[in-house]
């Protein structure tokens, strides 16, 4: 999923409030995002988000993964894309991870033996 969007007034717009953002795919199509936690690391920005819907079975068919994305300059506005960096987005991942730790279960890459 290659998703951006301008953060921002867009939430505001469709009523959402400051904690919601509409993200529009590749394929023109809009979903809404609750956002979960903002991190500053270093000059970098990142969002954790998760599904908004008013329908219970979307939610119920979230896989329970957090969207996480990078606030990016592109022609002189902020946009929210994906990392695309696996390092830096592992990085991101357990430090998200760390701090929502209390309110979402984080699956382990590792086996236990």
Same mark, same amino acid.
Do not use: H, Q
């Given at each position: ?57 979307? $939610?119920?068919?979230?896989? %329970?993964? !957090?969207?996480? +994305?990078?606030?990016? *300059?592109? =022609?002189? /506005? &902020? ?13 991101? $991942?357990?430090?998200?991870? %760390?701090? !929502?730790?209390? +309110?979402?279960?984080? *699956?382990? =890459?590792? /086996? &236990?033996?």
């Amino acid at each position: 999923m290659d998703d951006k969007k301008r953060p921002g007034n867009e939430a505001e717009e469709n009523g959402f409030g400051d904690n919601y953002i509409s993200l529009i795919d590749d394929d023109g199509v809009e979903s809404e995002y609750r956002v979960i936690d903002t991190l500053d690391v270093e000059d970098d920005t990142y969002v954790a988000l998760e599904p908004a819907s008013d329908d219970p079975a979307e $939610y119920l068919n979230w896989d %329970g993964n !957090l969207i996480i +994305l990078k606030v990016v *300059e592109e =022609d002189g /506005e &902020e946009i929210l894309a994906m990392i695309e960096d696996e390092d830096e987005l592992d990085e991101i $991942y357990d430090i998200f991870s %760390g701090r !929502l730790a209390d +309110l979402y279960e984080f *699956e382990d =890459d590792e /086996e &236990e033996d």
